[in-house]
């Protein structure tokens, strides 16, 4: 995951006094580009807005925690907690812009991890890869999706100081006769690091192995571990 970090200091000016009214991290969330809500209405929406206005624009407003910055219709839109969506279109292109990214990963056990900068929440009872999808969703995830640099390094650090073993990981394909895996969103899945061998003709699902720290198709049915990811479409 890329990050690239822009700190905007807002100022209000009233009566011709100053003063912050909040000084928050807003940062690029790469992994939302081209994502837009598809059944959330924005906070507010303006046309014309360079991305300092749209920022300032948005901590004047309660409950605004994250900017799209629309390339398409050339605008400013202003949302909440942007972890909390499940519906997104792919036909709008900009850029997601989110305040204090870690104080959005609080809610329902979820543990933002700082190094990989990562939300995520760790399920140590064991079911089938059917459970792990809709645990997930219910609680507003998915499951983990190891196709990144920093994802995968993110999950072989868990396991190996968690001492935990296979986990379940996003990731299926029409039959075992296919190579080609996609993500829960239907794109094709690039990047994966499969074992010697892989993929099998074992299953349609994936599984992360805990010998190699490598993936193996698997067919799901055996009860397993693993990790709920929010903020990763």
């Keep these: 995951m890329a990050w690239i970090i822009k700190t905007f200091m807002v100022c209000v000016c009233i009566h011709g006094h100053s003063f912050i009214q909040r000084g928050d991290f807003f940062q690029i969330f790469s992994e939302m580009t081209d994502m837009v809500p598809a059944t959330f209405s924005p906070h507010f929406e303006e046309k014309s807005f360079s991305l300092l206005q749209c920022v300032d624009f948005c901590t004047r407003i309660q409950n605004c925690v994250s900017v799209f910055m629309n390339k398409t219709l050339f605008t400013c839109q202003g949302f909440g907690n942007p972890f909390l969506y499940t519906g997104v279109l792919n036909s709008n292109q900009g850029m997601w812009y989110i305040g204090s990214v870690s104080d959005l990963c609080s809610s329902g056990g979820y543990v933002w991890d700082p190094d990989y900068r990562i939300c995520y929440k760790y399920h140590s009872t064991k079911v089938s890869i059917q459970d792990t ?101």
């Design 133 to 233: 999808a809709s645990t997930c969703s219910s609680e507003s995830a998915r499951l983990l999706l190891v196709t990144s640099d920093n994802v995968y390094s993110f999950a072989v650090e868990f396991m190996k100081s968690q001492s935990t073993d296979s986990l379940y990981i996003q990731g299926s394909r029409d039959s075992v006769y296919s190579s080609q895996y996609v993500d829960d969103h239907g794109r094709q899945m690039t990047n994966v690091r499969w074992s010697p061998g892989e993929p099998s003709l074992d299953g349609v699902y994936v599984r992360l192995n805990i010998e190699l720290y490598l993936l193996e198709a698997t067919p799901g049915g055996t009860p397993r571990r693993f990790i709920c990811q929010r903020g990763q479409f």
